[in-house]
């Protein structure tokens, strides 16, 4: 419903999935405007597109995005916090706690989350692209047949008198 190009949607959705996959939490939706005001001039992408995508990660899925990112991590780099720690680590009431949550992460997880998220972020938004820009392209092509086979009318009375009207008859 975005109104855009498909390129600049799926691109805003494929900046916004990258971000989402970073160990940012709370500070994404801020990364994707002060981006789009580094680089919007010379790429332009849908910001709502991207500021809807960072929602990926969530209260509901930080931890297990998160702890994946961090496990994909130890692959390249040596790492031993388990999910139940990355389960205490973010959980926070306040903005206070939330802060000390984000040092925490950074200081529990560090490199390994960072590598992770990093590969994680690069594949998942590598696939996000071609993905948009496809189901937009679907999408569009089945609006554009819709609209073309309905007729169009000036305005809602028009196409209300051109319902066909059904009567009944009494016969005596």
Same mark, same amino acid.
């Given at each position: 419903?975005? =109104? =855009? *190009? @498909?390129?600049?949607? @799926?691109?805003?959705?494929?900046?916004?999935?990258?971000?989402g996959m970073?160990?940012?939490?709370?500070c994404q939706?801020?990364?994707?405007? !002060?981006?789009?005001? !580094?680089?919007?001039r010379?790429m #332009?992408?849908? +910001?709502?597109?991207?500021l809807?995508?960072?929602?990926?990660?969530?209260p %509901?899925?930080?931890v297990?995005? &998160?702890?994946?990112?961090?496990?994909?991590?130890?692959?390249?780099v040596?790492?031993?916090v388990? &999910?139940a720690?990355f389960?205490q680590? !973010?959980?926070? =009431? *306040?903005?206070?706690?939330?802060?000390? #949550?984000?040092?925490?992460?950074?200081?529990?997880?560090g490199?390994?989350? %960072?590598?992770? #998220? %990093?590969?994680?972020?690069?594949?998942?938004?590598?696939?996000?692209y071609?993905?948009? +820009?496809?189901?937009?392209?679907?999408?569009s *092509?089945?609006?554009? @047949?819709v609209?073309t086979? +309905?007729?169009?009318?000036?305005?809602?009375? @028009?196409?209300?008198?051109?319902e066909p009207?059904?009567?009944?008859?009494?016969t #005596?």
């Open positions: 419903m975005l =109104d =855009d *190009s @498909a390129h600049s949607i @799926a691109l805003g959705t494929t900046i916004g999935m990258f971000i970073t160990p940012t939490v709370g939706m801020a990364l994707v405007i !002060l981006l789009h005001g !580094l680089i919007g010379y #332009s992408f849908n +910001r709502v597109a991207a809807i995508t960072v929602y990926v990660t969530n %509901l899925t930080t297990p995005i &998160y702890y994946f990112n961090y496990k994909v991590g130890t692959l390249f040596e790492g031993s388990s &999910y720690e389960e680590i !973010l959980h926070y =009431d *306040s903005f206070a706690t939330w802060w000390t #949550s984000v040092v925490q992460l950074f200081v529990n997880g490199f390994p989350l %960072l590598i992770g #998220s %990093l590969i994680v972020g690069v594949i998942c938004s590598a696939v996000t071609p993905t948009m +820009r496809w189901l937009l392209k679907s999408v *092509s089945t609006q554009v @047949a609209e086979t +309905r007729p169009k009318f000036a305005n809602a009375e @028009a196409e209300k008198s051109a009207k059904m009567t009944v008859e009494q #005596s």
